[in-house]
């Protein structure tokens, strides 16, 4: 039978989807068949960044078509509304049975586990163990260490990863993502000493801005924005946001010291459009990730003639909203580190694989116990065999 590893994270923008498929690409050099799977999918497969999402996937594990098909499970609407009108047993069984239909191609698959919106944290954690627990998986928590604590971060390692256990989950360990360098030392000494006698897997990976930064196709996507230049720009990553209501000189003074930039600009600021684009083309000022021009108003026929005349390295924007309202909305975006494009791809997987030539890592994964037959999977192998 297959091993299955169900990833869990109890918040969003922990970088598990990374994590996940970093984990695919290790186990794909020692295993034959591994797959890539999410039992309840938030996705939304009519929205145009979740199809390019999935493709990249795809295409960076080679996978088929087929395989492709098969990474979505049941959809999160439909286990929202079992779950409102108590039918927990009626997902779990299509769970299980969408699960026993791919399990069989596989030697090995990942699964991730998905956010089910404005529920209580308590529904979260027992769907998720009872899914782990019905589909024969062991656990493995990501936990986000994004602006965190070290004592923060332990506590909701330890409270999570004894949760799962008194569910009688399967427990393979834990990995903090998105912690500070400089307090990796800690927490992995202080979480493995307090799990000294458990056999788990205890990891940490450090924030990388690449990775965890919007870039400029998140942001085209987050402001539902019109690209006026620069379409293969679009991956240039977005440190930092300013808006330039000064005047040329103060506004380029101001952000001399900061690379790679995000600038809002009302659209009728010709004289600051044309300043940016100017610095941009210097070697003394730094790199300019992109600008988004607000209320609508577009450059004049001379402007964007000027325009088309120039080399310009960054992507150009446009949006209805007022400055403000395009700041507030950037401000509150969240979910850049979940939109995984291939240049994201690319860096995770070198940033995150140290973590998998773990010693004990292989033994652990080879010793899974696959021929456990859960009695939800018997109940479902019954019904089908009665039908």
Request: charged letters at 15%; proline letters at 4%.
């Amino acid at each position: 039978m297959t091993k299955h590893i169900y990833m869990i994270t109890p918040e969003h923008n922990a970088g598990q989807s990374l994590i996940a498929l970093s984990l695919v690409q290790h186990l794909k050099q020692h295993f034959p068949r591994v797959g890539l799977y999410r039992p309840i999918t938030s996705d939304d497969p009519t929205d145009p960044l979740y199809t390019s999402e999935i493709k990249s996937i795809s295409d960076f594990l080679n996978f088929s078509q087929s395989q492709r098909d098969q990474l979505s499970g049941i959809s999160l609407e439909m286990a929202q509304n079992l779950l409102k009108t108590q039918k927990n047993q009626t997902l779990h069984a299509k769970i299980i049975e969408h699960y026993q239909m791919i399990a069989a191609e596989y030697d090995v698959i990942i699964s991730e586990s998905c956010h089910l919106g404005l529920y209580h944290s308590s529904i979260e954690l027992d769907l998720h163990a009872n899914i782990a627990n019905n589909l024969n998986a062991e656990i493995l928590l990501v936990i986000n260490g994004h602006q965190k604590t070290v004592h923060e971060i332990e506590t909701q390692s330890i409270l999570t990863l004894r949760a799962y256990a008194h569910a009688k989950c399967r427990i393979m360990g834990l990995i903090v993502n998105r912690a500070l360098e400089i307090q990796m030392p800690a927490l992995k000494s202080n979480l493995s000493n307090h799990f000294k006698n458990k056999s788990y897997l205890i990891e940490t990976i450090s924030e990388k801005n690449i990775i965890s930064k919007p870039n400029m196709q998140d942001i085209k996507h987050t402001l539902n924005a019109h690209i006026i230049w620069g379409h293969d720009h679009l991956n240039r990553v977005a440190q930092q946001t300013l808006i330039a209501a000064k005047h040329p000189g103060p506004f380029l003074s101001a952000n001399y010291s900061r690379d790679s930039t995000l600038i809002l600009v009302p659209g009728d600021r010709a004289d600051m459009l044309m300043s940016c684009i100017l610095a941009d083309q210097s070697t003394h000022y730094p790199n300019i990730a992109g600008i988004v021009l607000t209320t609508g108003i577009m450059p004049t026929k001379m402007v964007q003639k000027i325009l088309e005349g120039i080399n310009i390295q960054f992507p150009i924007l446009s949006v209805t909203g007022n400055t403000f309202e395009v700041a507030t909305q950037l401000h509150a975006q969240t979910d850049s580190n979940a939109i995984l494009h291939a240049d994201k791809i690319e860096h995770a997987m070198t940033h995150i694989d140290p973590v998998w030539h773990h010693p004990a890592l292989m033994q652990h994964i080879k010793a899974i116990q696959t021929q456990r037959l859960t009695p939800a999977m018997l109940e479902c192998n019954l019904k089908k065999r009665a039908a």
